[in-house]
Structures are given as structure tokens and as C-alpha cells.
């Protein structure tokens, strides 16, 4: 009883070597390289999103960089501009820049901070 089972199976083997060699199952592998290429196709969509993603996500924050650079740019030369000319920290033009660009920046941290809360 032993021989016979394992010549059986040994010949069911030879059997599905031969026609998978022969082409019969074809349409089985045809099957298999389809739910692999669907799933490759939809992966390779999901790595090109994320990486759109992380180019916005630079952009945004040099476009930032550069919007703080050009708002607060004047206010920090009139600062520099009084404290090098001669006039005092505490006259009332250094004083109001002062606050305006203390101000923005702390508005400016706010939405970045709200942004960077919202994307996780």
C-alpha cells in the first residue's frame, strides 16, 4: 500500500510538471501575472501620490519662508535702521516694527502649527 501511494502522487507530480512545461495551464498563470500586474500598477499609484504629496509639502514651506522673508523684511530694516542710526530701543517707531514682526511671526507659527495638525 505504501509503494503505491507514492507512485501516485509521484506520477500526479509528473503530470502537472509536464503540462504546466506544455503550456496547459496557461490560463492559470495568465490569471496569476494579471492580480500581480494590478497590484504592482496600484502600488506604483500610491508611492507617485506620497510623493507629490512630500513635493507640496516643500513647496508650501518655502513659499512660507519666503512670505515672512518679504513681510517682515521692511520692519526689521526700519529696527536696524533706528538701533544703527543713533535712536533707542525703546522710541516708539523700533517699538511698533518690533511688535508687528513679534506679531506676525507668532501668527505665522500658529497656521503652520494648525497645518502640520491637520495633515497628520
Known amino acids: 500500500m505504501g509503494l503505491t501511494g507514492s507512485r501516485g502522487s509521484e506520477t500526479d507530480s509528473q503530470r502537472d510538471l509536464l503540462s504546466a512545461l506544455s ?7 495568465r490569471a496569476v501575472s494579471y492580480r500581480t500586474r494590478r497590484v504592482v500598477l496600484t502600488s506604483h499609484g500610491v508611492m507617485e501620490d506620497q510623493k507629490a504629496g512630500r513635493k507640496r509639502g516643500r513647496s ?14 521692511p520692519f526689521v530694516w526700519r529696527v536696524a535702521d533706528d538701533v544703527l542710526g543713533g535712536e533707542h530701543w525703546e522710541d ?3 517699538q511698533v516694527s ?7 511671526l507668532a501668527v505665522l507659527a500658529a497656521i503652520v502649527a494648525g497645518w502640520m495638525k491637520n495633515r497628520s
Do not use: K
Open 23 to 29: 503550456g496547459a495551464q496557461a490560463s492559470r498563470d
Open 60 to 73: 508650501l514651506a518655502l513659499a512660507s519662508i519666503l512670505l515672512a522673508v518679504l513681510a517682515l523684511g
Open 92 to 94: 516708539v517707531g523700533t
Open 98 to 104: 518690533m511688535w508687528i514682526g513679534i506679531f506676525f
